[in-house]
């Protein structure tokens, strides 16, 4: 570490991540030196500002604007028991590297058949979704009725939250469904979002994962070459659509596709 500076909140954005009290920030006496998860290089590879700070304790790292997808106090593994070892701690930050996301479908161009095989794939995906909407249409009623959702949906075991939402007046188009379903599920930062059955679910889901976990990156949606699965961050879809009127969905331009 050259020389560090002390803390300026003009300086450091309101949006950063100061490594002094992080399980993993690796000290030489009280300075510290690197990363045991080995985040700050890749975050410097990133042209993240890494800005040398300082305080009456230790001289520490700050991440400014990026909040460290690896930040831990010791206090977050109390729920895993007492003695647990370094390398223990790192396995579990790793397995919690996982989105929690919603999975949204639209169930206008699916048949039965394609329903069963889908959630067929879904209970063999690398990252289950934690809970899913199928939204059915009024003529639709007596093909996808409660009963039969529930028991497919039991025999996938995916253990997750659901529900099963008929849609009474057909003109109300799907954005204004898709903004109504993440305002009114805000603790679900992504959404997964179906308009037929496809077999890139898992692909689509394991990239977005590897783009914030592993690339340390950011996308905007992430989708499929068909255009049948997208996955999004849901609030930034419904602030730009209120706010400027643009669907991100039709943006194939800035898509990050699997193949």
Known sequence: MSQPVEPNPNTISRIHTACKECVFALYNDKTQVGCEMGLLDKYKSKDTTIIE??????????????????????????????????QDKKEKVLD??????????????????????????????????SKIILVRYNYANKIFDYDYIKEILEKSNLGCAWRLQTMLDESVGIKSVLSHTVSNNQNYKYML?????????????????????????????????????????????????????????????IFTIVK
């Open 53 to 86: 700070a300082y305080d009456e304790d230790k001289e520490f790292y700050i991440l400014n604007n990026r909040k460290c997808i690896g930040f831990r106090k010791n206090s977050w593994f109390n729920k895993f028991g007492d003695n647990l070892t370094l």
């Open 96 to 129: 919690s590297f996982k989105l929690r996301y919603m999975l949204l479908m639209d169930l206008k161009r699916f048949t039965t058949d394609s329903l069963e095989q889908l959630f067929d794939d879904l209970s063999k995906m690398d990252i289950k979704p």
């Open 193 to 253: 979002y179906l308009t037929d059955y496809t077999d890139k679910a898992n692909d689509i889901v394991n990239k977005a994962n590897d783009l914030i976990f592993k690339d340390l990156e950011s996308f905007t949606v992430v989708s499929d070459e068909s255009y049948i699965g997208y996955m999004f961050l849901g609030l930034m879809y419904r602030y730009i659509w209120f706010t400027s009127k643009i669907d991100l969905l039709e943006e194939k331009n």
